[in-house]
DNA sequence: TCTATAGTTCGGGAAAATGGAACTATTGAA
DNA sequence: TTCAATAGTTCCATTTTCCCGAACTATAGA
């Protein structure tokens, strides 16, 4: 088994981010992903809205989440531990993931409703 | 020939803006018009980046943009005028457009340097 | 009416995404 | 140790999407 590829920041590219987050379940991945305080699983995602995802397609969207610079993947014993690499990408292009991330949750009728005391 | 659908800014998908711009030339495409101040045939980028794009192409790239909500286009005489829709997209999604805009900038190094002043 | 121009549509080949089956790596128990 | 179980990966056939040449449509002007 290939160890996995990580990009370094500077080699992301927006293209690739934003191939990789024009998926519907990519998307969910990521943004559950980025929201958490602990590392995720792969086979965390293995039903994203009510879909069962086969885990070869689900290893495949980690893979272009990992290859677009999104997240960082690390075996932890037989597990794989999935963070979110927000911080570097928002060195990169400030402002990007957290418009996207804001229009997710406008669409999923998530939004945070803004303190409008 | 069919006339050309503009789906209503309210039916406009994050995943279908991501998708259109997640290409380099309809980027590139989406970027001029966006910039221009009248609106931009289709013609008018039959190359990008020393690239020639086929015609039929190009009409495949502006019918993607356009079912995005990223332009409007409007039959004028024998030529097509674009435009970008960004302040509609821009009320949807707030920061979506500008975020990705500056990204593609620091890519292309073409950023803005802020009025540090 | 004829010609030129600007785009669209069609259709076939190329490339990318999907998912089942087989494989690999790690753990823990017998 | 070996064996079984678990978590992911890789392979490959099928399906879907993308690309672009050729044919077509629509408008303008001579």
Redesign the pocket.
Known sequence: ??P?FHPSIHDVRLEAIL?ALS?P?RARIFTQIAAADCPK????F?SVDDRT????????????LREAGLIH?E????????TSRCAEVEGRFPGLLPAIMGAHAVEHGLEVTPPTA
């Open positions: 088994m290939r996995l191939h998926d379940v699983t792969c086979s965390a293995s995802i086969p885990k070869s397609s689900l290893s495949q969207h980690f893979k272009v993947s075996r932890q014993g037989v597990e794989m531990h999935n």
